[in-house]
């Protein structure tokens, strides 16, 4: 017989150790409690996460439910060791999603897996999320941490987020609303965000031979790996103090993977496009860095990355103005990067 101590084969023998994951469960609970809000009902640990609508005051909620990831942007993490960004990350990308159709984000939950549980890194991680959930003002209602022998290499993990929002139907924004004339406002990014690691991670790593500690000229002496572990922005609280001050917004996207270009188009209505343009807004400077280490084109950036704007809003040329301001009230830097136009597709004036 093969196992532990002859006994027969067991599951710790399998490579499954129950005990890492009830150390990294405790720490998770006390991690979800400093983000509940009015509606959670019940403290992580239960078989399902539960949330009251009730508390929101609203009269015809909509739910609006996002998924992600982080990426290969965690293949970074794994070689700095440093973890906490990452988890802010996964929110980032799931409640700016919901936001986009400007939903309130109520709760998150996420997914870990490993191939060996290390509860000191699952706690990072889960300190992350709850940072992100409590920046995006939702709850980390549950989630799930897996431990699955032979699936992931030694210091590797994955994550999964899922969000839920909730919005007054009448208030839904999808972009039908979106007309010819109406301004882009674009809303600064902090850098790469959580997209086109995959092609960042080539160009700097294997075509420019950087390390994680370089410091590139275009950096201006902040390390490469600072840099590319720059959290992603979350939006929630300055978008939503925007609609709640009455400003009257056509469209919101999340400028995620597909670029400025593809995702602006999402949330356009039939038969609008738009025009942006670029010496409007600031370009971080790791956008330079890649660019000149991959020799990579500039319609290939525009495609991959988000080159300084997370996140654009459609709305009337008129309250265009007024929507920048309070967006900078509230903490981002915000401008009118360009207008809709009759037609289809989204192309840049430069």
Same mark, same amino acid.
């Given at each position: 017989m093969s196992g532990d101590g002859g006994q027969g084969l067991t599951y710790h023998g399998a490579g499954v150790?129950?005990?890492?994951?009830? @150390?990294?469960?405790?720490?998770?609970?006390? /991690?979800?409690?400093? @983000?509940?809000?009015?509606?959670?009902?019940?403290?992580v640990g239960g078989f399902g996460g539960l949330f009251h609508l009730a508390p929101l005051g609203m009269s015809d909620p909509v739910l609006v439910a996002g998924a992600d990831g982080v990426g290969t942007k965690l293949k970074v993490a794994f070689w700095a060791k440093r973890h906490r960004g990452v988890g802010q990350d996964l929110v980032a990308m799931s409640v700016n999603d919901v936001l986009a159709h400007g939903a309130e984000p109520l709760f998150f939950l996420d997914y870990y897996a490993s191939g060996r549980t290390d509860p000191a890194v699952v706690a990072e991680v889960v300190a992350g999320v709850a940072d992100g959930c409590q920046e995006a003002g939702c709850a980390l209602l549950g989630g799930e941490t897996a431990e699955l022998p032979g699936m992931y290499p030694e210091g590797e993990y994955e994550l999964a987020g899922f969000c839920v929002g909730a919005v007054e139907r009448d208030r839904v924004i999808d972009g039908a609303r979106v007309r010819p004339g109406d301004a882009v406002v674009g809303v600064a990014s902090s850098g790469l965000h959580s997209n086109g690691f995959a092609l960042a991670r080539r160009a700097l790593f294997d075509g420019a031979g950087l390390r994680l500690d370089s410091t590139p000229p275009e950096l201006g002496g902040t390390?490469?790996?600072?840099?590319?572990?720059?959290?992603?922005?979350?939006?929630?609280?300055?978008?939503?103090?925007?609609?709640?001050?009455?400003?009257?917004? *056509?469209?919101?996207? *999340?400028? @995620?993977?597909?670029?400025?270009?593809?995702?602006?188009?999402?949330?356009?209505?039939?038969? @609008?496009?738009?025009? /942006?343009?670029p010496q409007r807004w600031r370009r971080p400077p790791v956008f330079a860095l890649i660019q000149r280490a991959g020799g990579i084109s500039e319609d290939e950036m525009r495609r991959t990355f988000n080159i300084g704007v997370g996140m654009t809003l459609v709305l009337p040329a008129a309250a265009a103005g007024r929507a920048a301001r309070l967006l900078a009230d509230a903490g981002e830097t915000a401008q009118v990067i360009g207008e809709v136009v009759a037609g289809a597709g989204v192309r840049f004036a430069d």
């Open positions: 150790d129950r005990g890492a994951a009830r @150390t990294a469960i405790a720490a998770i609970a006390g /991690l979800a409690a400093r @983000t509940r809000r009015p509606g959670v009902v019940a403290d390390p490469l790996v600072d840099e590319l572990l720059r959290p992603t922005r979350i939006y929630v609280r300055a978008v939503l103090a925007l609609l709640r001050a009455g400003v009257e917004v *056509h469209g919101i996207a *999340h400028i @995620t993977g597909g670029g400025l270009a593809e995702n602006l188009a999402r949330a356009l209505a039939p038969g @609008t496009g738009a025009v /942006l343009r």
